[in-house]
């Protein structure tokens, strides 16, 4: 049963020593009752009150990491069924799987495509996380051959999928030193694939067709000692996976129930069309692992992007760093123009100069990531900021035309500017970043 935060500040040594981080012992009680902190981080607590803390102290869903030479993919650690309550925070990796009955030379070129896969959406580059290795010749030698072949083309984290232990166990060995992830452990082979992850320290995928399959297998596993689970609903179909996956997290959350505390992992449709709408659905709906079978760039990146917009923090707008940005190669004479940090906002004016062809300077200014208006509603963008990113940034030292271009959704900023910038020339621009390239050639040429 989970303590309350009064329960677990009686358990601590109450010195509000703040070596853990926060001001007070009820304080950290407090997080530490709501899953946001660990135990660890506070140095002080006996051994008995470890004992008593223990459930206490782990995490809703637990914390899986998949590592191989400087790569990692993590899922879990969720405390939110909805991301509007707080936010989610680690994102699911998203895999593209190869199999065993191919060559090696195949394997090589269509990984070598889909990791060279990078798309730049809001300044962040879009990839895949890694690869899996699924198993369907029964060939030991062919399966540690598709391995081998992954890693001469990339070294990012491997899922090995396989319900053979000879064959996880060839993989594990191949793997040496990484923390690869592997998949899975069945009503038949649960015991031997539980000794494969305790001798390897990989996390382990538990397959079954029911959430009563599931808890049975992740409890016999936990009775062994295998803590790193990652649990796979067997059902392909949209309305049951999205049950399934629902009352997993559900169970974990609010009713706290440790043999469903542990991220999800969605595997490949064979419909590519249907594989796509499987992930999509799964990206919200609460995977830690996708298992793609197939790649199509006009897949992938939607579903890139999908998960891009639902792993960010609802509170916290995505922002590009302040600063003065330079563009198509810009001269000392060429205009300076103005707007704010929020990111859809600068790649909005960014791209449409840009794709102009025609050179400019770009100052972001510090909105608190707050688009034009919004930021100017709030105080966050007016004439004294503005100005002070002129200095800030040595815009005067770059320049030698002293002109600059407001937005023109904040024009009543234009005679508040110019006292604030004493011999720069004030100019309006457009309201809509589609008529920039416009308003440069006919107003600013």
């Excluded at 902190?37 to 899986?64: F, G, T, Y």
């Excluded at 996976?241 to 997290?249: A, H």
């Excluded at 919004?374 to 940034?393: L, N, P, Q």
Aim: with cysteine; proline share 6%; aromatic share 6%.
């Amino acid at each position: 049963m989970a303590l309350t935060g009064i329960q677990i500040y009686k358990l601590l040594p109450q010195t509000n020593c703040k070596d853990c981080g926060f001001p007070t012992c009820l304080a950290f009680a407090m997080k530490l009752a709501a899953k946001q902190v660990e135990l660890s981080s506070c140095p002080h607590v006996n051994d008995a009150a470890k004992a008593q803390l223990a459930e206490a102290s782990e995490p809703p869903v637990r914390l899986i990491s998949v590592k191989s030479n400087g790569y990692e993919v993590q899922a879990g650690n969720e405390v939110v069924l909805f991301r509007h309550e707080k936010t989610f925070y680690h994102k699911p990796g998203v895999f593209l799987r190869v199999q065993d009955d191919e060559s090696p030379e195949t394997i090589k070129s269509e990984i070598a495509r889909a990791a060279g896969f990078q798309v730049n959406y809001v300044g962040r580059d879009l990839v895949l996380d890694g690869f899996a290795v699924e198993a369907v010749t029964g060939d030991v030698n062919k399966f540690t051959a598709t391995i081998a072949a992954v890693r001469d083309v990339t070294h990012r984290p491997i899922i090995l999928i396989s319900h053979d232990p000879a064959h996880i166990s060839a993989g594990l060995r191949l793997l040496d030193g990484e923390h690869p992830l592997i998949c899975g452990a069945d009503a038949n082979n649960w015991a031997a694939m539980g000794d494969l992850a305790k001798q390897h320290g990989a996390a382990l995928v538990v397959v079954a067709d029911t959430l009563d399959g599931l808890t049975d297998l992740a409890e016999k596993l936990k009775d062994k000692g295998v803590n790193d689970l990652v649990l796979a609903p067997s059902s392909h179909d949209l309305g049951a996976t999205l049950t399934l996956n629902t009352q997993i997290r559900r169970l974990a959350l609010k009713k706290n129930f440790r043999p469903l505390g542990y991220p999800i992992m969605t595997l490949h449709a064979a419909d590519p069309a249907y594989e796509a709408m499987l992930a999509a659905q799964a990206i919200a709906k609460y995977a830690g692992f996708i298992v793609l079978g197939h790649f199509q760039p006009e897949v992938v990146y939607p579903l890139l992007v999908l998960r891009e917009n639902i792993y960010t923090d609802p509170q916290k707008p995505i922002q590009v760093k302040p600063g003065l940005y330079e563009i198509n190669n810009p001269k000392a004479d060429d205009p300076v123009l103005v707007t704010t940090n929020f990111s859809i906002t600068y790649f909005s004016v960014a791209n449409e100069i840009e794709g102009s062809g025609l050179p400019a300077w770009l100052l972001v200014t510090d909105a608190e990531g707050m688009s034009v208006l919004t930021a100017w509603a709030a105080g966050k963008f007016d004439a004294e900021r503005i100005a002070k990113a002129v200095k800030e940034f040595g815009v005067a030292d770059k320049v030698s035309r002293k002109r600059i271009v407001i937005p023109g959704h904040v024009a009543v900023l234009s005679g508040e500017l110019e006292e604030e910038l004493h011999g720069w020339e004030i100019r309006v621009g457009p309201r809509e970043a589609v008529d920039i390239p416009a308003f440069m050639k006919q107003v600013l040429a």
